[in-house]
């Protein structure tokens, strides 16, 4: 497994971060997800076999979120 971080802009509260949530555990591959809406971060444990950062960060775009690999 590997961890990633991402910075995202545009999470208000904690449905923001609830949503990030729940589209980033929705990818195959996807373990741990911890989402910080206050900091405007998240962590992402996931299996480089199964899933990428591109896939990661096309999610939390298509969920309406700027975000990049920090």
Same mark, same amino acid.
């Given at each position: 497994?590997?961890? &990633?971080?991402?910075? &995202?802009?545009?999470? #208000?509260?904690?449905?923001?971060?609830?949503?990030?949530?729940?589209? %980033?555990?929705?990818?195959?591959?996807?373990?741990?997800?911890?989402?910080?809406?206050?900091?405007? #971060?998240? #962590?992402?444990?996931?299996?480089?076999?199964? #899933?990428?950062?591109?896939? %990661?960060?096309?999610?939390?775009?298509?969920?309406?979120?700027?975000?990049?690999?920090?």
């Amino acid at each position: 497994m590997q961890n &990633i971080h991402l910075k &995202i802009d545009g999470m #208000t509260c904690g449905g923001c971060a609830n949503s990030v949530n729940r589209v %980033l555990r929705e990818i195959n591959g996807v373990g741990d997800v911890q989402v910080d809406w206050q900091n405007g #971060t998240a #962590t992402v444990q996931f299996d480089a076999a199964q #899933t990428d950062v591109a896939a %990661l960060v096309d999610a939390v775009e298509n969920a309406g979120f700027n975000v990049q690999a920090a």
